[in-house]
């Protein structure tokens, strides 16, 4: 076992040695001195509203916390937040109560206190779930944004703690296939609730106001997220448009900046060709504003153009993969430039995004051939029933089954971890 497992064995070890009846009073004794805001409000719920509270418990925040907690607010359900790591949004405009832990022990904690109906745990992997999941005082769903086991190096022991806290949990939203593909091909065991939700766009945008552009404006293509020269590369479908004289704007990634190391081949043709822009990351209406403004949004892989295999991920991963900006791209009224070989992607892509183009070598050698007819092509789409609006009922109905389950006692996670490939 790695030491992160060893440590969580240990605290789900004794964490369980506290009698569940005695829990609560447990947690709120001990968080009472650094977190009396969240015991007192905890205690000021309502009882006919506890029912209809869920706690949404995020460790890394993301904005899919705030599209779920906006559709589940339309299905009648109250929602309150604990995250351990900063927010980036205006968490105050999506819960009724918010607030920072930074210790995941005093999240636990938190958790025990909490008198609603279930825990909506929101983890960036499933191996970082387990310690909530074992030590469960209500229902638990569980949300993640990335599965280890799509990692090439994610090891064993980490591949089969994510496969404990998909079993221990009670319920879980989908925003893509990976979890399903794990089931299919690897008999991991889904939790016995389930509803698949991508991430769902709001119905109306903050900012209605038209986009007007000259008919004679160059193309312009967006692309949003991480970006380096190795399995995260935009720069060689990003030199074959500039040459074209299609503009690409890249904005980075929050944990990047221009001086960040692999952003370097990206800094030189910058300085190299003025169609390439670099951008800072946006947030809120500044996002929303600026992204609309683009022709078409990237979603590709350069290493399924040029067929070379991937170094970082599983097949089955990126089959399955969804990606919050092709949400983005598909509420702004962009089109969509996608690989093929992200099979979700590029469904969802073909089904609600105005026009579509796929990734390939021949768009490449001539974009202009491509992307003027697709732009031209460019029609509305039925979006309405994947918008928050659209999703709500959903949402709601999936909670009420969640609610009403009893949780299972939370057994030892086992001392021997069994490899999974």
């Known amino acids: 076992m790695t030491k992160h497992e060893k440590i969580c064995t240990r605290l789900v070890g004794l964490l369980l040695q506290v009698p569940p009846a005695a829990r609560a009073g447990f947690a709120r004794q001990h968080l009472q001195p650094r977190y009396a805001a969240i015991s ?34 339309l299905a009648g359900w109250d929602c309150l937040l604990l995250h351990q790591a900063p927010c980036r949004y205006e968490a105050s405009r999506h819960f009724h109560f918010h607030a920072q832990i930074e ?3 005093q999240l636990v904690l938190a ?5 609603g109906a279930l ?12 310690l909530l ?7 638990v769903v569980v949300d ?8 090439l190096a994610a090891n064993p022991e980490e591949k089969f703690t994510e496969q404990q806290a998909l079993a221990r949990a009670d319920g879980i939203t989908m925003r893509d296939l990976r979890v399903k593909y794990l089931q299919r091909l690897h008999g991991y065991k889904l939790p016995p609730e389930r509803v698949f939700i991508h991430d769902p766009p709001p119905e109306r945008l903050d900012d209605p106001s038209p986009i007007i552009r000259p008919p004679d404006d160059p193309i312009r293509v967006v692309s949003v997220g991480w970006a380096d020269s190795d399995e995260h590369s935009f720069l060689r479908i990003s030199r074959a448009f500039c040459a074209a004289g299609i503009h690409v704007h890249l904005f980075l990634n929050p944990h990047q900046d221009a001086n960040h190391r692999d952003i370097v081949p990206y800094r030189q043709l910058h300085s190299e ?26 979603a590709i892989s350069e290493r399924f153009i040029f067929d070379e295999p991937s170094t970082f991920y599983t097949p089955d991963y990126l089959r399955g993969c969804g990606s919050s900006r092709l949400t983005d791209f598909i509420q702004l009224g962009l089109g969509v430039i996608v690989s093929p070989q992200f099979r979700f992607q590029h469904y969802w892509a073909k089904r609600y995004a105005q026009t579509t183009v796929p990734a390939t070598r021949e768009l490449l050698a001539d974009p202009q051939k491509f992307l003027r007819p697709a732009l031209a092509a460019k029609r509305a789409r039925f979006l309405a029933p994947i918008t928050v609006q659209g999703v709500s009922h959903r949402l709601g109905r999936f909670y009420e089954r969640v609610a009403a389950l009893i949780p299972a006692s939370a057994q030892p996670i086992p001392k021997v971890a069994l490899p999974i490939a």
Do not use: M
């Open 273 to 298: 060709n003025p169609c390439f822009h670099l951008e800072p990351p946006l947030y809120g209406i500044d996002y929303i504003r600026q992204i609309r403004s683009y022709d078409f949004g990237l």
């Open 133 to 139: 999941c074992a030590t469960k005082q209500k229902p």
């Open 144 to 151: 993640f944004y990335d599965t280890c086991s799509g990692f």
């Open 40 to 73: 007192q409000y905890f205690q000021s719920l309502p009882p006919a509203q506890r029912a209809r509270t869920v706690l949404f418990v995020s460790i890394q925040p993301h904005s899919r916390e705030t599209r779920l907690a906006d559709a589940a607010r």
């Open 111 to 115: 958790c025990w206190l909490f008198p």
């Open 103 to 105: 210790d995941i022990l």
């Open 119 to 130: 825990v909506h745990l929101f983890a960036l992997r499933g191996d970082h779930a387990l």
